[in-house]
């Protein structure tokens, strides 16, 4: 099946101490992206990729690292999380289709917690 | 620059009603306009897109909007609801320059009431 996968898919963690939310994608696909989603505030942007070692900050990239060293995952890193990271996070993907392009496939999200 | 807006962050509508989901925008460039649903406890799926194509474009669920240049809106329609559209909507806008980056609205969340 056709997926984007995100793991974990819950995470409670203590300011400070280091993460990483996994995301991979079975479809091929070049373009890979982060965003947080925030009651009021939609998704926002956090990090993209149009391929392989190409990654590009969004709109609200601090106090996030992300990698592409594989074409499948994109993982997302916080070296010191804080309390004002605490959100539903989403990796995506798509094919890069110039004019043709149809938009994202989500993955199912990480609700991260940080006290 | 470009920007969403969506109209009512909460929509209450009687089963079998029509479904009306507001979505204005805002870009100096050609868009890309898409919705998305959101279940609860799930990611988002792609309900429907415009790409400049037919302006009244259908999608999945009964789901349609018809894309309205002189008045920059991409309202969502369905002319039934059905328990199942209990969700959130997020209407999301994209350049037509293969930047892939989707700007989305604040989402409304549909209730619909037996």
């Known amino acids: 099946e056709a997926q984007v996968t995100q793991n974990p898919r819950y995470l409670i963690t203590v300011t400070g101490k280091k993460l990483t939310v996994t995301c991979s994608q079975n479809?091929?696909?070049?373009?890979m992206s982060w965003y947080r989603q925030d009651p009021g505030l939609g998704l926002r942007q956090i990090y993209y990729?149009?391929?392989?070692?190409?990654?590009d900050k969004g709109d609200v990239p601090e106090g996030y690292k992300v990698s592409r060293k594989e074409k499948r995952n994109f993982p997302l890193i916080l070296e010191s999380p804080s309390p004002n990271q605490t959100s539903l996070y989403f990796c995506a993907s798509s094919l890069n289709l110039g004019r043709a392009w149809s938009g994202y496939t989500f993955g199912s999200g990480t609700r991260l917690t940080v006290v | 620059a470009q920007s969403v807006t969506q109209l009512g962050s909460h929509v209450s509508v009687s089963e079998g009603a029509l479904v009306l989901l507001r979505c204005n925008y805002s870009?100096?460039?050609?868009?890309?306009l898409f919705w998305y649903v959101q279940y609860p406890n799930q990611g988002l799926q792609l309900l429907l897109k415009?790409?400049?194509?037919?302006?009244l474009v259908k999608g999945i669920n009964g789901f349609e909007a018809e894309f309205k240049k002189s008045e920059t809106s991409f309202h969502l329609t369905k002319p039934s609801a059905h328990m199942s559209d209990a969700a959130e909507y997020f209407c999301?806008?994209?350049?037509?320059?293969?930047?892939?980056?989707?700007?989305f609205g604040s989402g409304t969340r549909l209730l619909v009431r037996p």
């Open positions: 415009y790409t400049s194509a037919a302006t």
């Open positions: 990729s149009m391929n392989v070692e190409v990654t």
């Open positions: 999301a806008v994209s350049r037509m320059d293969s930047s892939y980056k989707l700007i």
């Open positions: 479809m091929n696909h070049e373009y």
């Open positions: 870009s100096s460039v050609p868009p890309y």
